[in-house]
């Protein structure tokens, strides 16, 4: 398991890096976001990785595929919800939590509310096994949670719209799962919403794409991701490695 980094071992002069998930129902516009965000970043000049889950490493695209696929297996919901954490165990070691080490932002299209939110809540798991399983995981809380929030018609329309040309068969999915599912992912981030408040920001969906980044980017700019670059890799480096010898 990877070293986790107190915060108060870094000098007060420089800016922790950030841990930012995009979560909400099919066909709300997380992706689009989180890739709004990353240009944005990319423009100041402001080290981060992006990353996804499922999907966010090599073994990750293997195990997405078998998630999302077309005509998958059936599956108990527990066996659904040990293959989502083990992607997200390994975006974790492999990406994550080096980006952090190194000063690096990150920006996650879905991750561990998606788990309380789809398998917890819709799937009916319930949070209490997946919190457990969260602990022995040691699974790093994101800084902030934006909840891109959208009514479930719009969403189908939107996925409907999205569907064209993609390999995954977004509508099928749609049409798979009844409505109400998707009703109850969407209570179901309420839920974790009322649990920590602070934590997940739901933002309103609607509007262009420009008029919802514009949302986002001031909730992000409160919590200071674009206020100071976190230090550079090797800037990093060098402090941990003065820090160790105690200088
Ligand atoms: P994206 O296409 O937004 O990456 O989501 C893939 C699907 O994975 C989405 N499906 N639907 N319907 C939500 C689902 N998912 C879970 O059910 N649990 C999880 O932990 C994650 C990360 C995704």
Do not use: N
């Amino acid at each position: 398991m990877s070293e986790a980094i107190h915060p108060s071992s870094r000098p007060k002069s420089v800016p922790d890096p950030l841990f930012i998930t995009l979560e909400g129902i099919e066909g709300c516009g997380k992706s689009l976001q989180a890739q709004l965000l990353g240009e944005e970043l990319q423009r100041l000049e402001i080290p981060f990785i992006a990353t996804r889950e499922p999907g966010g490493t090599s073994f990750g695209i293997e195990v997405r595929q078998i998630l999302l696929s077309r005509d998958g297996a059936p599956r108990s919901p527990l066996s659904e919800l040990l293959l989502y954490l083990a992607d997200r165990y390994q975006d974790l070691q492999e990406r994550i939590e080096p980006a952090l080490r190194f000063g690096r932002h990150v920006i996650c299209d879905r991750y561990h509310d998606a788990t309380m939110a789809y398998q917890g809540h819709a799937r009916g798991i319930g949070f209490e096994t997946i919190d457990r399983l969260a602990e022995i995981l040691q699974l790093r809380t994101p800084d902030l949670t934006l909840v891109l929030d959208i009514d479930i018609e719009t969403g189908v329309q939107r996925a409907r719209q999205r569907q064209v040309g993609t390999q995954e068969d977004l509508m099928s999915r749609f049409e798979r799962e009844e409505l109400q599912f998707h009703r109850k992912v969407l209570q179901g981030y309420r839920l974790l919403q009322e649990r920590e408040p602070d934590r997940l920001q739901f933002v309103d969906a609607s509007g262009t794409p420009e008029e919802v980044f514009a949302r986002i980017r001031a909730i992000a700019s409160r919590i200071g991701l674009f206020h100071a670059k976190p230090p550079s890799c090797h800037a990093e480096a060098q402090r941990r490695r003065e820090a160790e010898e105690g200088r």
